[in-house]
C-alpha cells in the first residue's frame, strides 16, 4: 500500500475535498493507495468540521494549517513557503510515499521545500493564474501573475506526473513547462461523482421535494448547482427561465449553492421575480434529491482562455441523477452527452431550449432521456471512471 499526501488550500465556502476527492481517495485503497491530507485553510474552526467527520470516517489522516490573510497575496504566499515545513512534517509523520500538491500555492510550498526524496504528482486543478486575470482583475503583464505563471511551470517540471482535466489544460501546461516535460508526464483525470449518492429518486420523493419547494409535479422545473460568480454566468438560467415562461408562465427555477447572499447581487443586473427562483443552502448529502426532483439543469460557463481547462463537476451530479443538461459544451469534455442528446449546448439559444424542455422533457418522452442521462453519467462521469483515471496517473510512478 503505497501513502500519497494530497496538500490542498482551501477557503470556508469550497467543499471540494470532502465532496469530490475524498470519495476518490477513498475508493483508490482498493487500488493500492492510502491518502491522506494537508489542506491549508482559512475560516472559522467550526466550517472544518464536515472534512473532519468525511475523513475521519473515511480513515483518510488529516492536518489543518491556517493561511495568514493579512498582506493579501503576500500573505498567502509567506504562508504557502512557510508551509513547506509543515508538509515535509506531516509527510514524515504519515509515512507518506508520494506528494501530491494541488494547484498553485501547495506547489510552491513544494517547491520551496526544494529536495524531496518522495515522487511527486502535481493537480493542475485547471489554470488558476489565469483565471485570476480573467475574474479577479489581475494585470496580465504583473508581477503577481507572472510569479503564478512560473509557478505553474516549474511545479510541472519537477512534477513526475502532472494531471490535468481536459486535453486542452494539457496541451497548454506542455507547452508551457517546455520540451523538457514529454507528453506522457500529463495525465487527464475525469471529476466522476458516486453514482450510489447521486442517482434518480423515486417518483413519491420527486413529488415530496417539489411539495417543499411549492412546485407541482406538473409545473417545469430548471434546476442550477454551484458556486456564484461571473463565470458561471446565474443571469443566464434567469434568461432560459424567461424563455420557459413565455409559454409556462407557472416555470420555475431553482437556485442550490453555499452563498444564497450572493444571489442578488449575481443577479442585480437582470429582471426576475423571487416568486419564481428559489434560492436554497441544502446539505451536501441532500444536493442529489433536488437535483433529481428537476426536468433541466443549467451549465453556463464564460468561455475565456482559463475556461478551457475547466471539467464542471456539476455536468457529472446532473446526469447521474437522471437530469438533462443545456449548458456551455466547450467546456469540459461533453461530446457524449451532447452526441446522446442529454446535452444541449447553449449555442442553439434560450427559445430552442425551452422547446426542448417544453416538447420533450415534459411529455412522455422525459423517462427514456432521463434515463439516457443517466447511462451518460455512468459511462464517463462515475466515480469509477475517475479512480481508474487517477490510479493509472498514479501507477506511472
Known amino acids: 500500500m503505497k501513502r500519497v499526501l494530497f496538500v490542498t488550500w482551501d477557503g470556508p465556502q469550497v467543499s471540494y475535498v470532502e465532496g469530490l476527492f475524498v470519495p476518490i481517495f477513498k475508493a483508490l485503497g482498493g487500488r493500492g493507495f492510502h491518502f491522506d491530507i494537508v489542506q491549508f485553510r482559512w475560516g ?21 494549517h491556517n493561511v495568514l490573510r493579512r498582506g493579501g497575496s503576500m500573505g498567502a504566499m509567506a504562508t504557502a513557503v512557510v508551509g513547506a515545513r509543515a508538509v515535509r512534517s506531516a509527510a514524515a509523520a504519515f509515512g507518506s510515499d508520494v506528494i501530491m500538491p494541488r494547484s498553485l500555492m501547495p506547489a510552491l510550498a513544494i517547491l520551496a521545500g526544494r529536495r524531496w526524496t518522495q515522487p511527486i504528482i502535481f493537480d493542475a486543478d485547471g489554470l488558476p493564474a489565469d483565471e485570476r486575470v480573467e475574474f479577479a482583475g489581475v494585470d496580465a503583464n504583473g508581477a503577481p501573475y507572472r510569479l503564478l505563471r512560473e509557478i505553474e511551470a516549474s511545479m510541472v517540471r519537477k512534477a513526475d506526473i502532472t494531471i490535468a482535466r481536459t486535453d486542452a489544460a494539457r496541451d497548454i501546461l506542455l507547452a508551457r513547462a517546455g520540451p523538457v516535460v514529454s507528453p506522457a508526464r500529463v495525465r487527464i483525470v475525469t471529476n466522476g461523482r458516486d453514482a450510489t449518492l447521486f442517482a434518480p429518486i423515486p417518483q413519491a420523493e420527486r413529488v415530496r421535494i417539489r411539495t417543499e419547494l411549492g412546485v407541482a409535479t406538473d409545473t417545469p422545473l430548471i434546476v442550477y448547482a454551484g458556486s456564484v460568480g461571473p463565470q458561471y454566468r446565474l443571469e443566464e438560467s434567469v434568461g432560459l427561465l424567461a424563455a420557459v415562461r413565455r409559454k409556462r408562465p407557472d416555470a420555475k427555477l431553482l437556485i442550490l449553492t453555499g452563498s444564497p447572499d450572493l444571489v442578488p447581487d449575481a443577479l442585480a443586473a437582470v429582471p426576475y421575480s423571487p416568486h419564481h427562483v428559489i434560492v436554497r443552502r441544502v446539505p451536501p448529502d441532500a444536493v442529489s434529491a433536488y437535483l ?13 482562455f482559463s475556461m478551457r481547462a475547466v471539467a464542471p463537476v456539476k455536468v457529472a451530479e446532473y446526469l447521474l441523477c437522471g437530469t438533462p443538461v443545456v449548458g456551455t459544451a466547450a467546456i469540459g469534455d461533453v461530446r457524449s452527452a451532447v452526441a446522446a442528446g442529454v446535452f444541449m449546448d447553449e449555442s442553439a439559444g434560450h427559445d430552442a431550449a425551452a422547446e426542448w424542455l417544453e416538447e420533450r422533457l415534459m411529455t412522455a418522452d422525459a423517462e427514456d432521456i432521463r434515463r439516457y442521462a443517466r447511462e451518460i453519467g455512468l459511462a464517463h462521469f462515475s466515480l469509477d471512471r475517475a479512480v481508474g483515471d487517477y490510479a493509472t496517473a498514479l501507477e506511472a510512478i
Open 44 to 64: 472559522s474552526d467550526d466550517t472544518a468540521e464536515p472534512l473532519k467527520r468525511v475523513c475521519a470516517d473515511a480513515g483518510i489522516g488529516l492536518r489543518l
Open 292 to 304: 433529481a426532483s428537476a426536468d433541466l439543469a443549467t451549465a453556463y460557463r464564460n468561455t475565456g
